[in-house]
């Protein structure tokens, strides 16, 4: 009895996420991919980290997944003069009262998106990183933790760089996902075109009205759906082969030739993130196991921003997707 109360369930949110990926496919033109990490992200406790010039819909894309899952969402503009108790929250002296008390910040929310998060000052990604990384927060010599389900999604403005704060690869490696999001083609900006000009037109209400999202399904249903994720079984072999495409990374294996190229490898966070992703990915498909095309969608968006090339690969126009590629093309599944 408890085994058919227990796939029902199953079945009841795998259609409600299903469900909620069917209604951004419907709004947004040419994310399927970020939509799916960040579902995937969000079911697994990761973090994304989003790249991308200005004017794509990344922040459209991420307050319509909060609104359509019913989520507390935060929008957090990254400026060099942010503070870190600007995300955290401080404590606040009441007068009647005579007592301090916490006020909390943004980071109290189930997702954040920190926009630009390379314009924050160190302190403040110091801050962010306790966070991600902990699922809480320090402030006054107090630790409290935060809600849950949690997804902090950066972005990131590859076309300006002047009063930035490079990430360091010890935040980068917290992030689960790192997404490229691109120039939309003739087609499908046409589409884009077509679609916010109906939207103007069939609705007279305020911008924030009009984007609203009913909601489909709830955090409750993430939590429950997590623990489904987890179930999904990982073979041996599915083991063996991420195993074998982050240490190739480290100079081993058949495609260990690459490592000439980078200066700092894939961390174990590298296969523990892809093994986690790709349950979640099995799940989303109806699978309760794991196959390599899931490993080889994912491997891009998981890697890509683990390593760190040399400057000669760098000058020369290798990329840590060019690699992760070759890394694939190289390695046999099983």
Known sequence: MSSDISSQSNTQALQQLRLVQTELHKKLVGHEALIERLLIALLTGGHILIEGAPGLAKTRTINQFSQLIDARFVRIQATPDLLPADLTGTDMYHQQSGEFRFIEGPLFNNIVLMDEINRAPPKVQSALLEAMGEKQ?????????????????????????EGTYPLPEAQLDRFMFFVNVEMPDATAELKILDQV????????????????????SNTSTIEQASAFVSAVHVSDAIKDYIVRLITATRGHGVAGRVAEHIAHPASPRGSIFLSVAAQAKAWLDDRDYITPDDIKQLAPDVLSGRIVLHYQARAEGITQRDLIMRILDSTPAL
Not at 137 to 161: D, Y
Not at 197 to 216: F, G, I, M, P
């Open 137 to 161: 927060i320090s402030s006054s010599g107090k630790t409290r933790a935060l809600e849950s389900p949690f997804l902090v999604a950066a972005t990131q403005n590859p076309i300006e760089h």
């Open 197 to 216: 000009l109906s939207e103007r037109n069939s609705n007279s209400k305020t911008d924030n009205q009009a984007s609203h999202q009913a909601a489909v």
